[in-house]
């Protein structure tokens, strides 16, 4: 696995994005300048996250998602397994 993160990634076991290797190393997500702990989806290329509304879920017992648009950085919290952690 390379230390990029993918472009788009969803937490979400039933998206299409979901990447189960990926999210095992942490993704760490700052937004507008802020680090979020609330994300659910994100696309870098576009420009977007998704957070859930609160505790409230549609009819199909999903959480009600908002889409904020602004600046997202994206990166891995935790180095892939076999890597070798370097110390400056």
């Given at each position: 696995?390379?230390?990029?993160?993918?472009?788009?990634?969803?937490?979400n076991?039933?998206?299409?994005?979901?990447?189960?290797?990926?999210?095992?190393?942490?993704?760490?997500?700052?937004?507008?300048?802020?680090?979020?702990?609330?994300?659910?989806?994100y696309?870098?290329?576009?420009?977007?996250?998704r957070?859930?509304?609160?505790?409230?879920?549609?009819?199909?017992?999903?959480?009600?998602?908002?889409?904020l648009?602004?600046?997202?950085?994206a990166?891995?919290e935790?180095p892939?397994?076999?890597?070798?952690?370097?110390?400056?």
């Amino acid at each position: 696995m390379t230390d990029t993160t993918p472009d788009r990634l969803s937490s979400n076991p039933r998206s299409q994005f979901y990447d189960e290797a990926a999210l095992s190393r942490g993704i760490g997500i700052r937004f507008k300048g802020a680090q979020r702990h609330d994300v659910e989806e994100y696309c870098r290329s576009e420009g977007w996250i998704r957070v859930a509304l609160g505790k409230k879920v549609d009819r199909h017992g999903n959480p009600l998602t908002l889409k904020l648009s602004g600046e997202v950085e994206a990166w891995f919290e935790r180095p892939a397994a076999g890597e070798a952690v370097e110390e400056a």
